[in-house]
């Protein structure tokens, strides 16, 4: 095979890969859309609602630092390098070896986490108090042991990825969803809220153990030599822990940034914290379909570019463009949506029971702050994972660090002083918190390009087609603006389908006309369906 039917190859795996990742991450936050539904329904924006939503942050910490974007940026690229290399043995005590250590440390943070809960709950929502706070420390006392499983989840799917096995990673999720949806609608309807509450979190505990175990025997196959062990000398692991240091710092000022937002939050009127979490699983989507897709896929096939440094640079390059070309294509939409027709989705998506029109308006407004920043944090995540492939996760966590800084900073301001100088109610200091991200996002988002750009050439969107893109987003909300008047008392289902459904048609066949090649692809795709 000739170098450039090679690459042609490589091009056409990373882009099957990166619809399966798609496919089962949309089949995931689909089912996670379900559940926030369900538990908008039974919980709205109430008291309890935001003890819940609290409380899960505190061991999702523990998740989100040992869980799958470390171990992507730390154990992936290593163990598909000894794959590619065809050194099997050796991939498989690396793979043993990290294993082991991720279940005892994690051990120990979840017996450390359900000791020393209370504190927690103080530092991380210090606006909570009597029931409220009881309740959030009986949550998180909880959720810390399923945390622990789910890390163990990520390890399964770090594993996946790199032996190609999007599917089944990336759609385990949707079993953890399931559970906790089916303990809604069998206690929602004659439980109280503050029982309810740990009712549902038990029910997570069980969907984070069933869905480790849906993975397992699937990673004991592919590693049929595994080797549970406690050999951390060995020179792979030792990358794989050098690696994991500053992913682990990084992921952790993340948190970090994640936990001063929900401790401004506790600090506004009740409903604060419960809107940003039903906010936040609407904007994750895009990202996750997306941005997460596309630099899942691309991270084993980075990692194993081989030949010279220049060579390396080049496929690197061409890799990066093409993956940015790709997201920007479908989060640029997304951003306006967010902007222009925030209430549409949300009311169609959580509209019921305790969850009123006013909260869906009051959540547009916090995914408005949140558009401002989406497209920079997706193509950051292409970005990233770039720098991953390289082995350097240091110069992601510098920027990682300023971005935290500048969004606390930012936030402090916006969230606490800010609507009160517009005339605004203090409620809505929440929108401040998603702006002043979406703002750091882009100063992240700049250096990280920057940076990159001085070590393997230039790389980045044409601002002509960034700008087309632009154009036809914004045309496609003129052109459903007429339906959102018309059917806005519709039932909020209808009103979605029908002002975004317009939308996106609009937006498409602009982008065609524009000369964005991969909207005439999928436009085409779409004729053909509707013709069969």
């Not at 999007?166 to 303990?183: E, G, K, Q, R």
């Not at 948190?255 to 929900?262: C, K």
Request: proline share 4%.
């Amino acid at each position: 095979m000739s170098r450039t039917e090679a690459i042609n190859q490589a091009t056409h795996d990373t882009s099957r890969s990166a619809f399966l990742v798609a496919t089962g991450i949309f089949l995931s936050r689909l089912a996670g859309l379900v559940r926030e539904r369900v538990f908008a329904h039974y919980f709205g924006n109430s008291a309890a609602a935001d003890a819940f939503k609290a409380a899960f942050r505190i061991p999702n910490f523990l998740q989100n630092l040992f869980g799958e974007g470390v171990l992507s940026a730390s154990f992936i690229p290593v163990y598909s390098a000894l794959l590619a290399r065809d050194e099997e043995e050796e991939a498989n005590r690396l793979a043993g070896a990290i294993g082991t250590l991720l279940a005892l440390s994690t051990s120990v943070l979840v017996l450390l986490g359900v000791s020393f809960t209370p504190y927690l709950i103080d530092a991380i929502a210090p606006g909570f108090n009597g029931e409220k706070r009881d309740l959030a420390i009986q949550l998180v006392r909880i959720f810390f042991p399923g945390s622990g499983l789910l890390v163990l989840s990520a390890w399964c799917l770090g594993i996946l990825n790199s032996h190609r096995r999007f599917l089944l990673s990336y759609t385990a999720p949707v079993i953890w969803n399931v559970v906790i949806i089916i303990a809604l609608v069998l206690y929602g309807g004659r439980t109280p809220q503050f029982p309810l509450a740990k009712v549902v979190a038990w029910s997570a505990v069980v969907g984070s153990g069933m869905q480790f175990l849906s993975q397992l025997p699937f990673v004991l196959q592919l590693t049929r030599h595994l080797n549970i062990s406690f050999n951390w000398i060995t020179s792979s692991v030792r990358v794989v822990i050098s690696n994991f240091v500053p992913v682990f710092f990084s992921r952790g000022v993340i948190q970090i940034s994640a936990y001063v937002d929900a401790l401004l939050a506790s600090l506004l009127p009740t409903g604060a914290v419960a809107a940003l979490s039903y906010a936040q699983v609407l904007y994750t989507l895009p990202l996750s379909l997306f941005g997460m897709s596309v630099s899942a896929a691309e991270l084993p096939t980075m990692s194993r570019a081989l030949g010279s440094e220049a060579e390396i640079a080049s496929q690197l390059r061409g890799r990066l463009n093409s993956s940015l070309y790709r997201v920007a294509l479908f989060v640029v939409p997304s951003a306006v949506v967010f902007l222009a027709f925030g209430d549409v989705v949300s009311r169609a998506i959580y509209q019921s029971g305790q969850f009123t029109r006013a909260d869906g308006v009051y959540v547009w407004g916090i995914l408005a702050g949140s558009g401002v920043g989406l497209l920079a944090s997706a193509l950051g995540r292409i970005y990233a994972s770039t720098y991953y492939a390289l082995r350097d996760t240091r110069t992601p966590l510098k920027y990682a660090i300023l971005r935290v800084l500048v969004t606390t900073g930012l936030g402090y301001v916006f969230a606490l002083h800010l609507p009160g100088a517009l005339g605004l109610d203090a409620k809505w200091g929440v929108a401040g918190l998603t702006t002043s991200a979406g703002i750091a996002g882009w100063l992240e988002f700049i250096l990280l390009r920057r940076t990159l750009n001085q070590r393997i050439g230039q790389t980045g969107l044409d601002p002509m087609v960034l700008g087309k893109l632009w154009l036809a987003a914004l045309v496609g909300v003129l052109a459903a603006l007429p339906s959102r008047l018309i059917l806005y008392s519709a039932h909020p289902v209808i009103l979605g389908i029908g002002v975004l459904g317009l939308y996106g048609l609009v937006y498409f066949i602009c982008a065609a006309a524009l000369g964005i090649d991969e909207a005439k692809t999928i436009l085409k795709g779409a004729l053909q369906c509707l013709a069969r």
